[in-house]
């Protein structure tokens, strides 16, 4: 993976710029793509996707209690399950996440009893002897549960994917472009965020009203405008309510915007290799299914940021 910022790309003679630009963002694209096959096949993408697996995906319900509980919640597992598993240890004075956990046992095909329930019940299904019955889902029990915040012990494997290079100025001009691309935007401090480990989420409201951006501000200049490029990206490719696009698909476009507008301005977007090995539900390739969605999105939010640099 590349960590060293990239030339700035410039496309200055109008009579070419079109077809120079849309040959280059394809040639970006497809570095992207050796980028991602590569994060895949890497060590730390492995050891990072064993740590994953780990981790239980919630009902909604569950999610729900968590965040209720304990909003800035990123990683949830059991006390043991951190010993065990990850060599962590919940610090002491702790108080758990509830939630609810399945219980399986052997239930009746009929009511779908466990036998203690069954034998109270009116049910009278006799047609296997209950030794032979299956296991399933026959109720819940609450259940404890604590956030990697609330443990100590050894690290856990992270990927690099934030983007570095000089973007006090870019990051500066996407803040004042906004309005031009019909999108409300807010940097909100890292103590006021409310949404968990997202470094920026994008809200779609109401047809006549324009999406809301917010990103958590951060001493990375770099990181912040890729975050903007990339919400900007939703904002401008999902804010359609009958985009019927899944959110893999919706990832793999607005990080591929995010890649390409800060190469164009110079920032190393190479960590997006590992955000879209993380989010890989296609093939690295879809990118290029996406062309022309992604390049027009890409050339109008560099667009506006060369106007905004301008003007000044």
């Known amino acids: 993976m590349s960590t060293s910022s990239c030339p700035r790309e410039t496309f200055d003679d109008s009579s070419t710029r079109n077809d120079e630009m849309h040959s280059t963002i394809e040639t970006w694209l497809e570095e992207l793509v050796g980028e991602v096959d590569d994060a895949v096949s890497s060590e730390q993408f492995r050891e990072w996707l064993n740590v994953q697996s780990e981790f239980h995906d919630y009902s909604p319900r569950n999610t729900l209690l ?25 610090t002491e004075g702790e108080k758990a996440i509830w939630i609810w956990a399945p219980i399986i046992a052997s239930k009746c095909p009929e009511c779908g009893n466990s036998l203690s329930y069954h034998d109270r019940s009116e049910c009278e299904y006799d047609e296997t002897d209950p030794s032979e019955w299956k296991n399933g889902l026959v109720g819940f029990r609450p259940a404890p549960v604590f956030d990697i915040s609330q443990t100590e012990g050894e690290s856990l494997p992270e990927l690099e994917t934030e983007a570095i290079g000089e973007g006090d100025e870019v ?12 999108v ?21 409201r109401a047809p006549a009203e324009r999406p809301l951006v917010k990103v958590r501000d951060r001493e990375n200049s770099a990181d912040l405008a890729v975050t903007l490029i990339h919400e900007y990206a939703h904002a401008l490719l999902h804010g359609d309510t009958g985009d019927e696009t899944d959110r893999s698909e919706r990832e793999l476009e607005a990080e591929a915007v ?17 955000y879209l090995a993380a989010w890989r539900g296609d093939e690295p390739e879809a990118i290029f299914e996406r062309l022309d969605r992604i390049s027009s999105t890409a050339e109008r939010i560099i667009g506006v940021v060369d106007e905004v640099s301008e003007d000044e």
């Open 66 to 90: 968590i965040k209720l509980q304990c909003p800035h919640a990123t990683r949830i597992a059991g006390y043991r399950t951190w010993q065990n598993e990850f060599d962590r240890h919940v």
């Open 171 to 182: 990051a500066s001009h996407l803040l004042e472009g906004a309005p031009s691309l019909e």
């Open 258 to 274: 995010g890649y390409i507008v800060g190469q164009y301005f110079g920032l190393d977007t190479s960590g997006s290799a590992f």
């Open 184 to 204: 409300d935007v807010v940097v909100i401090p890292l103590a006021e965020w409310p949404h968990g480990n997202a470094r920026g989420v994008c809200q779609y």
